[in-house]
């Protein structure tokens, strides 16, 4: 799981930040007070926060050996 920050600017995307930047809600939680003061509203900026969910699934590890 992490949070992606969305940045837009006159409604054209302007930047997002990376699924590395921000992994918990702790860290969410000090970085997005810093984007909201830095990209402010009245100077058309938007900002959008998305939870991403990773899912992972278990393979088969004989599927990807060779068979010689």
Known sequence: MFFEINVSLHGIHFFATHNRSITDKQKLIK???VILDKFPID???EISVSKC???GQTLNVNDFIEKV
Do not use: A, D, M, R
């Open 31 to 33: 970085v997005l007070p």
């Open 43 to 45: 100077e058309g900026f």
């Open 53 to 55: 969910n990773i899912v």
